[in-house]
């Protein structure tokens, strides 16, 4: 049951901030040049693994408590006009959704030594420097003269529960099974309640394994009890 997997980025709607149920911020916005900022500052490799900037937002960042409600942290996700374009069938949903905004620089209120911080960024892009924290490879980002006036969009992101890898086991016929590893007549399972599918993390998009394969088999095993 431990085996949960985080991502690192999932939308904060500004408008209802502590609703548990978030959109993901897809991995593109990262992988296609954008950076993430905390008091308008980088602090990681954005193409690390889900569970390594999840464990430095964890690590650098400080929680943001409302009572009752999820944990969740301020972190920026920031792109440029050249990330817009090549994610614009993404981004235009984002906008249009109100989880993704575009602004200037001097709008958003960063906190911080951003711009230099973004020109640094852009130097690295530019190959007029070593990124600070590894990363090798920046996507389409394009601005290349980062003022205040600068137009970027930017979204509020913080960890959430993604998927659950761990769940109550079942054999190849999607037949639960106790802790010994007996079949328990009557009962079948697949998807998130089910554990031992991916070990302890899963591939994206290999969660249609539950789905087609053994949805279907529960599906099938219920129908010929009848």
């Not at 905004?101 to 906190?111: L, P, S």
């Not at 911080?117 to 394009?142: H, I, N, P």
Request: charged share 25%; glycine share 14%; net charge neutral.
């Amino acid at each position: 049951m431990e085996k949960v997997q985080i991502h690192p980025t999932a939308f904060v709607d500004m408008k209802d901030t502590n609703n548990p149920t978030r959109f993901l911020a897809a991995e593109m916005l990262r992988g296609e040049g954008g950076v993430l900022l905390m008091g308008g500052r980088r602090f990681v490799d954005e193409l690390e693994t889900r569970k390594v900037i999840t464990g430095k937002i964890m690590e650098v960042g400080e929680v943001l408590r409302s009572e009752g409600h999820p944990r969740q942290w301020d972190v920026k996700l920031v792109i440029d006009q050249g990330v817009y374009e090549k994610a614009k069938s993404h981004l235009d949903f984002y906008l249009w959704k109100g989880l993704m905004r575009k602004c200037t620089i001097a709008e958003e209120n960063f906190g911080g030594e951003v711009t230099g911080g973004l020109q640094r960024y852009a130097d690295t892009v530019a190959k007029r420097l070593e990124d600070e924290f590894g990363r090798k490879s920046f996507g389409c980002w394009k601005l290349n003269e980062v003022k205040p006036d600068s137009v970027i969009y930017v979204g509020n992101v913080t960890p959430a529960v993604h998927f659950t890898m761990g769940g109550v086991r079942i054999d190849e016929q999607a037949r639960v099974l106790t802790i010994e590893g007996d079949v328990i007549r009557g009962i079948w399972a697949a998807g998130e309640v089910t554990g031992g599918i991916h070990g302890d993390n899963r591939l994206g998009g290999s969660s249609s394994l539950e789905c087609v394969v053994f949805g279907r088999k529960a599906g099938d095993g219920v129908s010929n009890s009848l």
